[in-house]
């Protein structure tokens, strides 16, 4: 039988009769959190950690919680007054320095960590990301390979394959990876649309609106629907890229890509005026959309507005 967790009288008891235990005001504060209560769990958490300051598990407890309400400048801080060496705390640190950017330093931690607890598939697939982020691919690989071995029925872990091998060109062996994670995890409509990119990357035209079209059963996506929509215009399917463009349209009235798109259909359709009324509301929900506004001095300047047309192109020569 399942023990029963003590309810928020019985932790607010606790700490009433024993005020300056910090182990009490650590137990409410997770507690608090649980219930998406973050401030009131901060507090507590807080005290935890003035009480014993020294602790590793209430420094740990405070970080995470600071991280995960987005306050990763104080859970750095809270990590540098104790400087744990455990994989776990460096583990955290790697994640609190790469929500603050620094990814040099997060990926320092993060291979300190992995080396340390071999084990824990969470900080191998980490420091796999943040060394892509750093443009790392080959030397993310090598982790990989271990996380592999060590973790086969791990979706992510091939798929953070399949991300290293893809960003070093190897789109094989990339595909081989995400079919891999698609296995372990045929739900996960990211993982689908992922293998659908590769494809595309490989020339697969056919087998990526496959990977496409099973990621937007699964969950529809205005993204994965502009992505569905660009392959169909490539195997000059415009009609149905024109339905897919719209749906994404539907999906999120701001999607600037989506009316990129069927700008650039209206376009080739030789529609300059429709393409223009789509490009405008593309460079209005997305301002600094370079392309866009390119398109917008081209329609323009289809459709006899010179004048519009200048402007568009200038501002398009103004966009880094």
Same mark, same amino acid.
């Given at each position: 039988?399942?023990?029963?967790?003590?309810?928020?009288?019985?932790?607010?008891?606790?700490?009433?009769?024993?005020?300056?235990?910090?182990?009490a005001h650590s137990r409410y504060g997770l507690f608090l959190l649980q219930q998406g209560r973050p401030p009131e769990a901060l507090t507590e958490l807080?005290?935890?950690?003035?009480?014993?300051?020294?602790?590793?598990?209430?420094?740990?407890?405070?970080?995470?919680?600071?991280?995960?309400?987005?306050?990763?400048?104080?859970?750095?801080? *809270?990590?540098?007054?104790?400087?744990?060496?455990?994989?776990?705390?460096?583990?955290?640190?790697?994640? *609190?320095?790469?929500?603050?950017?620094?990814?040099?330093?997060?990926?320092?931690?993060?291979?300190?960590?992995?080396?340390?607890?071999?084990?824990?598939?969470?900080?191998?697939?980490?420091?796999?990301?943040?060394?892509?982020?750093?443009?790392?691919?080959?030397?993310?690989?090598?982790?990989?390979?271990?996380?592999?071995?060590?973790?086969?029925?791990?979706?992510?872990?091939?798929?953070?394959?399949?991300?290293?091998?893809?960003?070093?060109?190897?789109?094989?062996?990339?595909?081989?990876?995400?079919?891999?994670?698609?296995?372990?995890?045929?739900?996960?409509p990211d993982l689908h649309a992922a293998l659908g990119d590769v494809r595309q990357a490989a020339g697969d035209l056919s087998a990526a609106e496959g990977?496409?079209?099973?990621?937007?059963?699964?969950?529809?996506?205005?993204?994965?629907?502009?992505?569905?929509?660009?392959?169909?215009?490539?195997?000059?399917?415009?009609?149905?890229?024109?339905?897919?463009?719209?749906?994404?349209?539907?999906?999120e009235p701001g999607h600037a890509e989506g009316r990129l798109e069927l700008g650039k259909l209206a376009l080739t359709a030789g529609d300059p005026a429709?393409?223009?009324?789509?490009?405008?509301?593309?460079?209005?929900?997305?301002?600094?959309?370079?392309?866009?506004?390119?398109?917008?001095?081209?329609?323009?300047?289809?459709?006899?507005?010179?004048?519009?047309?200048?402007?568009?192109?200038?501002?398009?020569?103004?966009?880094?």
């Amino acid at each position: 039988m399942a023990l029963a967790l003590p309810t928020e009288d019985e932790f607010r008891k606790a700490i009433t009769a024993r005020p300056n235990d910090a182990a009490a005001h650590s137990r409410y504060g997770l507690f608090l959190l649980q219930q998406g209560r973050p401030p009131e769990a901060l507090t507590e958490l807080r005290a935890a950690l003035a009480l014993s300051p020294r602790s590793p598990d209430h420094t740990y407890n405070l970080a995470l919680a600071l991280l995960q309400t987005e306050a990763p400048a104080e859970a750095l801080a *809270v990590l540098e007054r104790g400087k744990f060496p455990g994989a776990d705390h460096l583990a955290l640190r790697g994640n *609190v320095l790469n929500a603050l950017d620094r990814l040099p330093e997060a990926a320092t931690a993060l291979r300190r960590a992995a080396t340390l607890d071999a084990g824990n598939v969470d900080t191998l697939y980490d420091l796999a990301l943040t060394l892509l982020k750093l443009d790392a691919a080959a030397e993310a690989l090598p982790w990989l390979e271990q996380g592999r071995r060590r973790f086969p029925r791990e979706a992510k872990i091939h798929a953070a394959s399949g991300m290293a091998a893809y960003a070093l060109g190897r789109n094989a062996e990339a595909i081989r990876f995400y079919e891999t994670a698609v296995h372990l995890e045929p739900a996960a409509p990211d993982l689908h649309a992922a293998l659908g990119d590769v494809r595309q990357a490989a020339g697969d035209l056919s087998a990526a609106e496959g990977a496409y079209r099973r990621s937007l059963r699964l969950e529809a996506g205005a993204a994965v629907s502009v992505k569905l929509g660009r392959n169909l215009a490539r195997q000059q399917r415009a009609a149905e890229a024109a339905a897919a463009f719209t749906r994404a349209i539907q999906l999120e009235p701001g999607h600037a890509e989506g009316r990129l798109e069927l700008g650039k259909l209206a376009l080739t359709a030789g529609d300059p005026a429709g393409a223009v009324e789509h490009l405008r509301q593309a460079v209005r929900s997305a301002p600094d959309l370079k392309s866009a506004w390119y398109q917008l001095g081209i329609a323009y300047q289809r459709a006899g507005e010179e004048e519009s047309s200048r402007q568009a192109m200038e501002q398009f020569r103004r966009i880094p």
